[in-house]
């Protein structure tokens, strides 16, 4: 068992910054890659960025450009950070985990944090 435990939203201004954490503990060494997601009031979740545990990240168009996903294997944690905010990346924030074992895959999520672009 994985458990993701997010932190770091809250009300941010327009042009303005935001930096996401994400605490992973369980069994952790089987994560392999990990992801932000974001669900926004009446649109799909989406993936806004994600990470292999070798480093390797990759992200959505809306956040190319202007957002970093890192992750710190040995803290076992997991950080997204977006530059020049706007109204439209406002939503819940998912911090996702896929872990991969001898016989099995799962999909592990945190419980979500907050994110309000509003000035």
């Known amino acids: 068992q994985v458990l993701l435990v997010e932190s770091g939203g809250g009300l941010m201004q327009p042009g303005g910054s935001l930096r996401l954490s994400c605490l992973a503990s369980g069994l952790t060494f089987s994560i392999k890659t990990m992801g932000w997601y974001r669900q926004a009031p009446g649109k799909e979740r989406e993936l806004v960025a994600q990470?292999?545990?070798?480093?390797?990240?990759t992200y959505a168009d809306s956040a190319k450009g202007r957002s970093t996903i890192s992750r710190d294997i040995a803290e076992d944690m997991m950080y997204l950070q977006m530059d020049s905010l706007k109204p439209e990346d406002a939503g819940i924030y998912c911090c996702?985990?896929?872990?991969?074992?001898?016989?099995?895959?799962?999909?592990?999520w945190g419980q979500g944090t907050q994110v309000t672009v509003s000035s």
């Open positions: 990470i292999t545990s070798t480093g390797t990240p």
């Open positions: 996702s985990g896929h872990t991969i074992g001898a016989c099995k895959e799962n999909d592990y």
